[in-house]
């Protein structure tokens, strides 16, 4: 009769930390830092959120300050990318088509990248990190208003109100969506960038002045 000796013990799982990796961590930071203010946020705070050790957040970045700038990256990059395409002249492309292009995909980004977004539009400056971005928003302002007047320039759009204006009022438009926009809502982000796209353009539109009719008591003159 052969004999065996004692069967292997069978390895004990290791349970470990929860499975956040750095993408998780810097979506529960925006999440955190919206809700809380950044200012006001630890990174204790965030260890506490996530049930983690503030060793374990450190793992992953060096600071709070990296958190918040890859959350602005996140925010800016795409709609940068999105300004500099609809920026360069393309044959067959008019700058108004690519104006009316590009408020399409910012309505695409900031719904994809709402979070970041959200909080980049509340950054004040307050470090080398929140003015680089605010830096960066000066940089898409001046070229979508570049994009308008290569517009007006066309005859496309309407020559009485600066372009600088309606870049921040398009901007203004798009940015909105932050307060209210939700994805599980009653809009899709197609449905709100036709919104957005039909009410700018038709007010922009350009038009022939008319003179105003005159409101006069009494009815038609005799002749």
Same mark, same amino acid.
């Given at each position: 009769?052969?004999?065996?000796?004692? @069967?292997?013990?069978?390895?004990?799982?290791?349970?470990?930390?929860? #499975?956040?990796?750095?993408?998780?961590?810097?979506?529960?930071?925006?999440?955190? %830092?919206?809700?809380?203010?950044?200012?006001?946020?630890?990174?204790?705070?965030?260890?506490?959120?996530? #049930?983690?050790?503030?060793?374990?957040?450190?793992?992953? *970045?060096?600071?709070? /300050?990296?958190?918040?700038?890859?959350?602005?990256? !996140?925010?800016?990059?795409?709609?940068?990318?999105?300004?500099? /395409?609809?920026?360069?002249?393309? @044959?067959?492309?008019?700058?108004?088509?690519?104006?009316?292009?590009?408020?399409?995909?910012? *309505?695409? *980004?900031?719904? &994809?990248?709402?979070?970041? *977004?959200?909080?980049?539009?509340?950054?004040?400056?307050?470090?080398?990190? /929140?003015?680089?971005?605010?830096?960066?928003?000066?940089? +898409?302002? !001046?070229?979508?208003?570049?994009?308008?007047?290569?517009?007006?320039?066309?005859?496309?759009?309407?020559?009485?109100?600066?372009?600088? +204006?309606?870049?921040?009022?398009? %901007?203004?438009?798009?940015?909105?969506?932050? /307060?209210?926009?939700?994805?599980?809502?009653?809009?899709?982000? @197609?449905?709100?960038?036709?919104?957005?796209? &039909?009410?700018? %353009?038709?007010?922009?539109?350009?038009?022939?002045?008319?003179? &105003?009719?005159?409101?006069?008591?009494?009815?038609?003159?005799?002749?």
């Amino acid at each position: 009769m052969t004999t065996t000796g004692p @069967a292997a013990p069978t390895p004990r799982r290791r349970r470990g930390r929860p #499975g956040y990796d750095q993408p998780a961590i810097l979506r529960a930071a925006v999440e955190l %830092f919206n809700r809380k203010g950044y200012d006001a946020t630890s990174v204790g705070d965030l260890a506490k959120e996530l #049930g983690l050790t503030k060793p374990a957040i450190y793992h992953h *970045v060096t600071s709070k /300050e990296q958190l918040l700038g890859q959350a602005l990256d !996140d925010a800016l990059d795409e709609l940068t990318a999105a300004v500099t /395409e609809a920026s360069h002249e393309r @044959a067959g492309t008019t700058a108004y088509e690519r104006l009316r292009a590009m408020v399409r995909r910012s *309505v695409e *980004v900031l719904v &994809a990248h709402q979070p970041s *977004v959200t909080l980049l539009l509340r950054v004040r400056g307050n470090s080398e990190v /929140e003015l680089a971005a605010l830096e960066r928003r000066r940089w +898409l302002d !001046d070229r979508l208003a570049a994009l308008v007047a290569d517009a007006v320039a066309e005859g496309a759009l309407r020559d009485d109100v600066p372009p600088m +204006l309606v870049g921040r009022l398009l %901007f203004g438009m798009v940015n909105s969506l932050v /307060e209210w926009y939700r994805p599980d809502g009653a809009y899709d982000p @197609a449905t709100v960038a036709d919104a957005i796209i &039909a009410i700018a %353009f038709d007010g922009l539109a350009r038009y022939e002045r008319r003179p &105003a009719r005159r409101s006069g008591g009494g009815g038609p003159q005799a002749s």
